[in-house]
C-alpha cells in the first residue's frame, strides 16, 4: 500500500516505508509443501530458486511453523494488511477481500470517524470508527498482533445511537462492506504502531493520532451530501457492484439508467470508475471502450463511463424495498387469466432485476422457487401445457398458471402466498412444509400437474424404450477431463450405459453427477451452453470419427483409446472401422453395426441435433439457487435467489428474493472450453464461481 501525505506527516511516511522493507505475504495457491490457501507469513529471506524461507502464523498470531514457498504461490503484503487480514477468518475470506482491492485499501486507509457500513446480524448497519485493536499477545517473539476495528453504530434518524446500547464486539476488516468517500483533508489513517502497553490483557486499543477533525466532525460524517439520512439509509442497504442497477445525471441534466457491467480505475484515471450498459443508446457513447482499451462488450452508443461515485442506485426500484405487500387489483388478476409471455429480452433488466422480485421464499422453498424460476421465466417449452388441463379455476394447474407463471412475467414478483397456496395442491403434505430434491419436484411438476408425456425416451440397443422427465448423469471419475463440461458427462455417461435418445426431446433436464448436497464427484463442471447431441441419438445418421463420411460402426472400446481422443464417441464407416481394428490393441474390440438410413446421399450434409442451456440450478449448503438465460445475446444472464435477505425477524419478517444481472457469467462462457476449465476459480466472480462449482441440474431446449 502507498500514500503520499504532506510534509507534517512524514513520521507516517516513514512509517510505512520501513513498513514496506518487511516480507509478509499470503499464499494465494496451494503450495506443495502444504500451505492452505490464505495462509499468512513472513519471509525471512529468498533462495536462489525464487523460494521466500520464513514462518507462518496460526489463527491466534503465533508463529506455527518455519519452511519455504514458492515466491510464485503468494502475494506481497505491508506489515499492516498482514494484521488486518490475520483476523480475518476463515482463511479464504481473507483472499475474497484481497481481490477486492478498491474496497481492501479503503479499510487499511480507514480514520477516526469514517463512516463505514458492516453487515452485523444479518442487517446492514452504518458505523463510525473509533479505534484499531491490537488482537493477541504483544511482545513475544514470532507474534504478529492481528488488528481489528472498534466501531460505533449510527442511527439513521438521530445521528449517533444512545450510549446506553450495548457494546459492539470487534469487528474485522472483512465485517466491512462499504466505506464512504471521506469530504475532510485533515484526516490519517489509523495505524497499528503504537500500543497502550496491557501486559496481560490480548486486546489494547490504538490512538496513534489524535482526529484531526472539526468539533462537528462526526455531523460532516454522516453529511454526506445534503440529506445525510437518506445517504446511510442508500450506503446501508445498496452498494453498487457489476451487475447492479444505477443511475447517473448527465451533462444536459437528464436522468440515464443502465446497468453496471464494469468497475476498475480506466487508464489515466486515478480514481474508481464505473461502465454503465445504457437502457437507451447516447451518440457520445461506445460500445465498451474507453480512450484506447475495451473493457466489456455491447450495443454501439451504449456505453458510459464514469466516476463511480457519480453513481447511485436506480430510484426506480428503491421504494420496492419499504412497500408492503398488496393484494393484486381485480384488473390484474382478469390480465393473468390470459396467456403472459416471457418478458422480451430489452425488458427483463428493467422489468425483473432488483430486490423483491423473482419468487418469495418461505419455510423451505428455495428448490421449488429455484425450478419454477429457470422453467418459465425465459422458456416457453412448456406454454402449450396449460391448455390441457381440464382443472377448474381453483385447480392445481390453474393456480401455477395464474398465481405463479403470468404474475412473475407481468409484475415481475410472485408473493409467497401464492407459492404456498400452490404448495399446499401438490398433493402431500410435505411439499409445504419439508425441502425436497428438484427432480422429485419436476417429476410431479410435469406428471400430475402438467400431465405432460416423459421428456425423454431413452433405449439401448438390446432393450425397449424407458421414459423419464430428467437424466441423471452416471460416470466413473477416470472417465473424463479433471474439469469436465455438461456435454463430455453426458456422451460419457450416455456410451459406458450403451443408451440413446430415441427422439429428440423437446427439453432435457440433466442432473449431475453428485450424492446428496454435499458430496460432489467433480469440483467444477462447465455448463455447455450448446449442447451436441447428434452421437447419442438412435439411428440418426452420423458422421466418421475420422473421415466425416456416413457412419457404419460404432465401438465402445475405442472410446478411452488414449491413440484417438479419449472420451469422445468413436463411430466408422466401413473403410476406417476396418482400418481402425486392424491394430494390434483394437482386434479385440467388438463394434456393432448402426441403422444407416436409405438412399441417403452422399454429398450432403448431415445434420447436426443442438439444444440450448436456458437455465442452471446451483446448490450450496442445502440452499438452492438458479441462474436463467433471458435471450440471445451471450451476456443475457441473471440470477435468482428466493431468500437472499430478510427483513425482520424470524417470526415477524418476510424474505426478501432477489433477482441480479449477471453478464460477468456470459463473458465467462463465451471462452473456448479450454479457457474454461484451466481458468483460476478464486480470481473469477463470485457468481461465476457459483455456476462452476455449485451446479446441481443444467436445463436445455431445442434450438428448433
Known amino acids: 500500500m502507498r500514500r503520499l501525505l504532506s510534509s507534517k506527516h512524514s513520521s507516517f511516511t516513514m512509517e510505512l516505508i520501513e513498513e514496506q522493507q518487511e516480507r509478509y505475504f499470503i499464499v494465494v495457491r496451494r503450495s506443495k509443501k502444504g500451505l492452505s490457501r490464505g495462509t499468512i507469513g513472513h519471509g525471512d529471506a529468498e533462495t536462489a530458486a525464487g523460494d521466500l524461507t520464513g514462518m507462518v502464523y496460526g489463527g491466534d498470531g503465533s508463529a506455527r511453523s518455519s519452511g519455504t514457498v514458492k515466491k510464485q504461490d503468494t502475494y506481497p503484503l505491508t506489515r499492516h494488511q498482514a494484521q488486518l487480514l490475520l483476523f480475518v477468518s476463515p482463511a479464504s475470506r481473507r483472499l475474497e477481500l484481497l481481490c477486492n482491492v478498491q474496497l481492501f485499501n479503503a479499510i487499511c486507509a480507514l480514520a477516526q470517524d469514517d463512516l463505514v457500513v458492516i453487515k452485523h446480524k444479518k442487517e446492514f448497519q452504518p458505523c463510525l470508527v473509533k479505534n484499531l485493536i491490537q488482537i493477541g499477545k504483544k511482545d513475544k517473539p514470532g507474534v504478529l498482533q492481528m488488528l481489528g476495528f472498534e466501531l460505533e453504530l449510527v442511527d439513521t ?74 445517504s446511510i439509509q442508500a450506503l446501508s442497504h445498496y452498494s453498487l457492484e457489476v451487475g447492479s442497477m444505477a443511475e447517473v445525471i448527465s451533462l444536459n441534466g437528464l436522468t440515464v ?88 429480452e430489452q425488458d427483463v433488466l428493467s422489468h425483473l432485476v432488483g ?77 409445504a412444509t419439508e425441502e425436497k430434491d428438484p427432480e422429485e419436484f419436476i417429476t410431479l411438476l410435469l406428471k400430475h400437474v402438467l400431465r405432460m408425456e416423459p421428456l425423454l425416451k431413452i433405449r439401448s440397443h438390446r432393450d425397449l424404450p424407458q421414459n423419464a422427465y430428467t437424466h441423471q448423469i452416471i460416470v466413473e471419475k477416470n472417465q473424463v477431463r479433471a474439469v469436465p463440461s455438461v456435454e463430455q458427462l453426458l456422451e460419457m455417461s450416455f456410451v459406458s450405459s450403451d443408451l440413446k435418445f430415441e427422439e429428440i426431446p423437446s427439453c432435457l433436464i440433466v442432473q449431475m453427477p453428485r450424492f446428496g448436497k454435499k458430496f460432489k464427484m467433480f469440483p467444477k463442471i462447465i455448463p455447455s451452453t450448446e449442447l451436441d447431441i447428434t452421437d447419442i441419438l438412435w439411428q ?44 494390434p490393441s483394437r482386434k479385440e474390440h467388438a463394434p456393432h453395426k448402426l441403422t444407416v438410413p436409405d438412399h441417403l446421399p452422399e454429398d450432403v450434409p448431415l445434420q447436426r441435433h443442438q439444444m440450448q442451456l436456458f437455465a442452471v440450478l446451483c446448490i450450496n449448503t442445502s440452499h438452492y439457487v438458479s441462474f436463467v438465460k433471458y435471450g440471445p445475446n451471450p451476456q443475457s444472464w441473471i440470477f435468482f435467489d428466493s431468500m437472499a435477505d430478510r427483513c ?30 484451466t481458468a483460476d476459480v478464486s480470481q473469477c466472480s463470485e457468481l461465476v464461481r457459483r455456476l462452476l462449482c455449485d451446479s446441481y441440474m443444467c436445463l436445455y431446449q431445442r434450438t428448433e
Open 157 to 230: 434518524e438521530h445521528d449517533i445511537l444512545s450510549k446506553k446500547t450495548a457494546p459492539l464486539p470487534f469487528f474485522s476488516a472483512a465485517d466491512i462492506v462499504q466505506v464512504a468517500p471521506s469530504h475532510l483533508n485533515t484526516r490519517q489513517p489509523l495505524r497499528g504502531g503504537i500500543d497502550l502497553g496491557l501486559k496481560r490483557k490480548a486486546v489494547s486499543r490504538i490512538k496513534s493520532m489524535p482526529a484531526f477533525k472539526s468539533r462537528n466532525a462526526k455531523k460532516e460524517s454522516i453529511l454526506l451530501n445534503t440529506n445525510g439520512s437518506d
Open 257 to 344: 439508467y443502465g446497468v453496471i457491467r464494469w468497475i476498475g480505475v480506466p487508464e489515466g484515471k486515478k480514481n474508481c470508475w464505473a461502465g454503465l450498459e445504457l437502457d437507451n443508446e447516447a451518440t457520445t457513447c461506445s460500445d465498451g471502450t474507453f480512450g484506447t482499451k475495451r473493457y466489456f462488450t455491447c450495443e454501439e452508443n451504449k456505453a458510459l463511463f464514469v466516476p463511480l461515485n457519480n453513481c447511485k442506485p436506480d430510484s426506480r426500484f428503491l421504494n420496492e424495498i419499504h412497500k408492503p405487500l398488496e393484494p393484486p387489483s381485480v384488473a390484474l388478476l382478469e390480465d393473468l387469466n390470459e396467456d403472459v409471455p416471457p418478458v422480451p
Open 355 to 431: 430486490r423483491m422480485r423473482g419468487i418469495q421464499g418461505h419455510f423451505n422453498s428455495c428448490y421449488l422457487d429455484a425450478t419454477l424460476f429457470s422453467l418459465f421465466t425465459s422458456s416457453i417449452a412448456f406454454n402449450g401445457m396449460f391448455n390441457r388441463s381440464t382443472d377448474s379455476e381453483e385447480g392445481i394447474s390453474h393456480i401455477l398458471r395464474r398465481d405463479i407463471v403470468n404474475r412473475l412475467r407481468r409484475s415481475g414478483f410472485v408473493p409467497a402466498e401464492s407459492v404456498m397456496k400452490f404448495r399446499k395442491q401438490l398433493g402431500c403434505k410435505s411439499f
Open 540 to 583: 440418426l445418421p452420423r458422421e466418421c470419427f475420422l473421415c466425416g463420411h456416413l457412419a457404419e460402426y460404432e465401438c465402445v472400446q475405442c472410446l478411452m483409446d488414449h491413440k484417438l481422443q479419449p472420451g469422445k464417441i468413436k463411430q466408422y464407416c466401413f473403410t476406417c472401422n476396418t482400418q481402425v481394428h486392424t491394430h
Open 648 to 677: 425482520g425477524d424470524d417470526n415477524n419478517g418476510y424474505n426478501v428474493p432477489v433477482v441480479r444481472s449477471c453478464p460477468e457469467v456470459g463473458d465467462f462462457l463465451s471462452q473456448s472450453e479450454e479457457e474454461m476449465s
